[in-house]
């Protein structure tokens, strides 16, 4: 996992997931989710395209919002905002 | 004299790398806090049979006799000066640094968690630790024992559940099951974070009837009602809590300090094993930030790859996994995947069990590294299959000979 924060409005944090293996993608995501607080944008970006019914799931559970899920190249680029905690 | 390699950290990564060097070429110093090399997966047994395993040798009798050993515990690794500083002073230059200090316990970030680790053991800090849980186990009578880990970082991914499944083999054969609720609690979507493998486990969870909460992500435990909460807002009331702590990287100090990531893991480049922008110094096992699982096997791959990449041939790590998974009764299975083949589905068996359990006396030889060729022909031999639309570069196991 690589994580940077660039500048923006709100504190945006991108967590690269790609070619992450056992136990994958999650475990980045759930990271970050650990050390957010409300009101953050995390992007995550990832290979296995598992993680997209996880993060629908994920959402579903914490009560989080996914804004937008796509495709780059092979690159999925996911845009989640903590608005739970 | 030879190019001088510096190995901070003794244990699975640190010794293999050490003895696969040539002495010819290399001046190697392995540093390490403790003179003792613990064989972890050992404490599974410890925990959960009270095996009373010889589960630690003397470090220093591990490694071949050209490399030097030192018991000192590093506290400032200078990336730019090629300088080790130790807590008793000492001073070690080098040409070339691998860092292999592993991860270490904290439940400092749990609240609660010290307390309730003190109190009933757990099966990832230490020997006594494991044999406190044992005898938790021992003083159980029913109720309520809620097996997990507690942040998402974990050695060994299986091991949280083969925990839940040795405690339930354990409460069965003790007659305590009709009187006793199993839970394991994740952060994950699922018991098993891999998808395929999930399939394979949460079936014979649901038939041994252990209850699964998913998306629990240890918030903090009050022991005083016995409750641990989620971040999600769930709780589970225990009478054994069996949590598995959070991990943190080894109390260093690094300059440059932003070649460690919050949690002091190394970050690490997943194919070169490199640390961050520092060119002859690397990272290999549970200390490093790649994104695979933290597992000795890796650890083991690792060490080779780096051995490889400082004898000056090219290198690609694959991020090969292959934890061996004890699913109780007798019963195991492998995880086994890398950066290019997502993990899949291995059915438990017998013998997969017995592999496992040969495991622990194999270890201490694969140590030595002369029982490497068997190692490289055994894992090609169960190399996973590429994902055919990744797209990717094919495994390249056999660049870490
Ligand atoms: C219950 C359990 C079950 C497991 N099961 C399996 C399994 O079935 N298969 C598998 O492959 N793996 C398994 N593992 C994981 C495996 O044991 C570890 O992943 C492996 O030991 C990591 O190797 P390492 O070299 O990175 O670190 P370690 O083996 O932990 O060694 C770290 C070394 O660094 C030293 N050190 C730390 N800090 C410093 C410092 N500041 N200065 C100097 N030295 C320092 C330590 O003294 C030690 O020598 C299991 C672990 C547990 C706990």
Redesign the interface.
Known sequence: ???TTTQHATPHTVVD?R??????P???L??A???SKVGDIIELWA??P?VRP?LQ??AR??GNKVVSVDDED?KIVAVLEIVK? | MGERVVIVGGGAGGTILANSLDPKRFDVTVLASSPVHLFQPALLYVAFTGAHPRATRDEHRLLRRHVRFVQDAATKVDLTDKVVTTSSGARFGYDAIVVATGMAPDPSQIPGLAEVDARFGDYHTDLAQAEKLWSSLQAFNGGTIAVGQA???VKC?PSPLEGAFLAEELVTRRGLREKTRMVFFT???RAY???P?NEVVEPIMRARGIEIM??F?VDRIEPETRTIRS??GDEIVYDLPIVIPPFVGADITYEPCDVV??DRFL?TD?ETLQIKGVDRAFAIGDGS?L???KAGVGAHLEAKAVATALAGRPVRFT?R?H?PFDVGYGRGTF?I???????VKARPSRVKRLMKMAFEWIYWISLSGVIEPVFTVYFKLTAPKPAPA???VPDSSSSLT
């Open positions: 996992m690589d994580e997931s070619g992450s293996s056992c136990p994958g999650i475990t980045d759930t990271l989710y650990r050390r290979t296995d598992g996880d799931a994920w559970k914490t092979g905690r | 942040s998402p970082i991914p952060p994950y979507p974070p891999s998808a493998m998913e998306f992500d971040i999600e990531n919050e970050i997943k930030n994104p695979t699982s991020g996994t934890c995880v995947g890398s950066y290019d083949a997502p993990v990744s797209g990717s």
